[in-house]
């Protein structure tokens, strides 16, 4: 019969507590700031997160901006998660420039900073870079929309972003280079200009400034065949200016993103084409980086593509593409 002491049993709870303490310390402790908390792509990139934390055993801490833009609040979150232990935090950054400073501040204290989506300017300022190729998901859908249209001459509209942003600026040029274009290459945040584009106007991502900028477009070239849109949103606008001046069937509507609304539009033939993102895959990866780096001290480093998919309801010959079941398979966002 083995029977132990009151002291043998205080050093056994002691080592006991000094145990978990000490896998309590042992967590790694990871961060991830979004621009909001409603944007379907951040709930979906924060889903990612979530999933792949508890499969690694790391703890989660999230936040976001209070709208797209509040810098302010995301150096809130910054400070804060490194108060709170993380050693790396991931960030889709609202402004690429006045981010920067707050980020230098956490990496002089050893934090891991990835990028996710969204680059920093410049883009060293950042660990690394989990995102997209914007650029060359634009030129997957430049190749559709050049395609689709055959030897009619273009008449393009562009409903950019606003003017300076890399991601906005990526696959704009990216569009042209891919309908076979003059386009700047994927490092210029300018936009390029082509004497095929007839109307060049921005939506801000939005779905009411998409349409009004459509409008607008519709007033000085009434006779557009092609419409590049920064993301679906956009082009779901520019689809109701379209349909309520009457042109709604003689017009060819490409995008980037791959959400499940915008996923619905290539299906109803609102939009021909989009080139699909995965925001899930980009957080995933960013808290495996993370585990790594608590457990081994080596941070990754540069840009990592998280991959695009040109989703297409009529595929064209020559262009690579997949179809609608495809895109809404791997879509974000609701698939109500």
């Known amino acids: ?44 990139m924060k889903e990612g997160a979530e999933a792949e934390a508890k499969a690694k055993g790391a703890k989660l801490l999230s936040g976001a901006g209070k709208t797209d833009g509040d810098n302010a609040g995301q150096i ?21 420039k006045a981010i920067v400073p707050a980020i230098k501040k956490a990496r002089d204290k050893g934090v891991m900073i990835i990028a996710l989506d969204s680059p920093t300017d410049p883009v060293d300022a950042t660990d690394a870079l989990f995102a997209t190729d914007n650029y060359q998901a634009g030129v997957l859908i430049g190749q559709y929309a050049k395609a689709a249209l055959g030897a009619k001459p273009a008449k393009i509209v562009t409903l950019d972003l606003f003017p300076g942003h890399p991601v906005g600026a990526q696959r704009h040029n990216g569009f042209l280079k891919g309908f076979g274009l003059a386009a700047p290459d994927a490092k210029s945040n300018e936009l390029g200009k082509a004497a095929e584009v007839v109307c060049m106007a921005d939506s801000f991502g939005d779905r009411a ?12 070239v009434p006779d557009v065949n092609i419409v590049y849109t920064i ?48 925001p899930l895959k980009m957080a995933a990866m960013g808290v495996a980086a993370g585990v790594e780096y608590a457990k081994t001290g080596k941070k990754v480093a540069g840009y990592t593509d998280t991959g695009v998919t040109l989703i297409a309801a009529k595929p064209m010959p020559g262009v690579d593409s997949k179809d609608v079941k495809t895109g809404t398979d791997l879509c974000w966002g609701a698939k109500k």
């Open 1 to 44: 019969m083995n029977l132990k002491t009151p002291l043998a049993i205080a050093a056994s709870a002691a080592l006991l507590l000094a145990t978990g303490a000490a896998m309590a310390q042992s967590q790694p402790v990871i961060g991830l700031i979004t621009k909001t908390e409603t944007n379907p792509f951040f709930v979906k």
């Open 76 to 96: 809130a979150h910054i400070e804060n998660m490194i108060a709170a232990g993380a050693k790396t935090i991931m960030i889709t950054p609202s402004d690429s």
């Open 209 to 220: 400034k998409g349409q009004t900028a459509m409008e607008n477009c519709l007033q000085k």
């Open 231 to 278: 993301n679906e949103p956009a082009a779901a606008g520019a689809f109701n200016a379209l349909k309520k001046a009457g042109k709604d069937k003689g017009v060819i509507i490409v995008s980037v993103d791959g959400g499940c609304d915008g996923i619905k539009d290539v299906g109803a033939g609102v939009i021909a084409a989009t080139s699909q993102q995965y």
